[in-house]
Nanobody, 117 residues
């Protein structure tokens, strides 16, 4: 099991930017595909971004493509989510997750992002 701790959430005005960080410990970081998810009140959890073990491949849904960028530092065992041009609909709790094989089995505690209009 890998332990994940998110940070960097907060309140920002629409059009602003935030960078989330997720520090991993406990297992070999490069064994894991890393992802970011979010969940708004009353809504299901939504996939936001993923990055391959080497960092060479990323994936985003259309809702954030071109605005969000996922990256990882395999020396610091940290994954990042740079969020630009934020919209009120981006308001949610953001979770970092790790995938060893087919499923994301390890999750962080989440960090709140609030975008005001």
């Amino acid at each position: 099991q890998v332990q994940l701790v998110e940070s960097g959430g907060g309140v920002v005005q629409a059009g602003g930017s935030l960078r989330l960080s997720c520090a991993a410990s406990g297992r070999t970081f490069t064994n894991y595909v890393m992802g970011w998810f979010r969940q708004a009140p009353g809504k299901e959890r939504e996939f936001v971004a993923s990055i391959s073990r080497s960092g060479g491949s990323t994936s985003y849904p259309d809702s954030v493509k071109g605005r969000f960028t996922i990256s990882r530092d395999n020396v610091k065992n940290t994954v990042y989510l740079q969020m630009n041009s934020l919209k009120p609909e981006d308001t949610a709790v953001y979770y970092c997750a790790a995938r060893l094989k087919s499923d994301y089995n390890d999750w962080g505690q989440g960090t709140q992002v609030t975008v005001s209009s």
